[in-house]
């Protein structure tokens, strides 16, 4: 794969430490030659990514921070790229967010606040995040994000991230829709369950990646380097003609019954 995306510029949204989908996505990503470009909104996960970046000898092209819930602070980070770095050829959204306490029990008692956060930080930023890369991909680009089965059966505790994650598919194909014209691909990755720091948010989280072992085809839990191989095929030209895609990685267990 090396070379695959060499002189190509990419924006990495949601390292927030080693376990993180996104940093899956960022070795893929390196090792096919990308130059990377990464926001964080947490000082936290900004310092945790600067150390992994060192500890895996990786340099980044620009660091900014950038927190989806602000329009002002989208417009800010793309501004920043676009000055230092110009045009991008893709753009990694892994990044969700739903109050602990509406990813256990009954959705039925997901609240109003609640159901329009995770909406807002889970499927709106997409739109608002695309809106802003489409100006800085003026040769074209692909923009790739991560979703859940979640969002097409009833998966228990996952509630008001379900419906979240099903706004954010819908968003997928009008977006695709909307960027196609101007050679801009939209896509999502449906990842089976992994062991990361949102994910523990989620009550439950063992009893699913144990069913995944028990009936998926493959009979084997997914992992970060798995969806990152998976979103370089995305991002690349491999996939130059699939856009408004929802792949499924996740060892075959969404076409069980
Ligand atoms: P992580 O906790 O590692 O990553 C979540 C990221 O979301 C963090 O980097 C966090 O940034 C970012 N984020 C949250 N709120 C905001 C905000 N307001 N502005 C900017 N960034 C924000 O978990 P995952 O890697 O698991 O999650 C990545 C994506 O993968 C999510 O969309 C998740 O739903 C999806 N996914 C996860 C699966 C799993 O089993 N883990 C399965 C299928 C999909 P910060 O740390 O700076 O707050």
Redesign the pocket.
């Known amino acids: 794969m090396s070379g695959l995306l060499e002189g190509k510029n990419i924006v990495v ?5 080693e ?4 940093w899956g996505i960022t070795k893929s990503l390196h090792n096919a030659g990308a130059n990377l470009i990464f926001t ?3 000082e936290r ?1 900004h310092q945790k990514l600067v150390k992994l970046l060192e500890s895996n000898n990786m340099e980044a092209t620009l660091l900014v921070n ?4 602000n329009d002002e602070s989208i417009q800010a980070a793309f501004a920043e790229i676009k000055e230092k770095v110009g045009v991008i050829h893709g753009v990694i959204h ?4 739903a109050k602990r306490e509406e990813l256990k029990g009954e959705y039925a008692d997901t609240s109003r606040d609640g159901f329009l956060l995770a909406q807002e ?2 499927a709106y930023s997409l739109v608002a995040v695309t809106k802003a890369a489409k100006e800085l991909m003026t040769e074209g680009g692909s923009i790739v994000t ?3 089965l979640g969002s097409e059966r009833v998966i228990p505790n996952y509630n008001v ?1 379900g419906v979240a994650k099903a706004s954010l598919e819908a968003s997928v194909r009008y977006l695709a829709e909307d960027m196609g014209k101007y050679n801009i691909r939209v896509n999502a990755i ?2 089976g ?2 062991r ?4 523990k948010g989620v009550s439950g989280f063992n009893d699913k990646a144990n069913v995944i072992v028990e009936k998926a085809p493959l009979r084997r839990n997914v992992d970060q380097d798995q969806v990152g191989d998976a979103t370089l095929f995305f991002i690349s030209d491999l996939s130059r003609g699939v856009t408004g895609e929802v792949l499924h990685v996740d060892s075959g267990f969404h076409i069980i019954g």
């Open positions: 949204m949601g390292v927030a430490n376990r993180s989908i996104a964080n909104r947490q996960s950038c927190d989806v819930s892994s990044v969700a967010f930080i889970s991560q979703t859940y991230m449906s990842a369950p992994i990361t720091l949102s994910a």
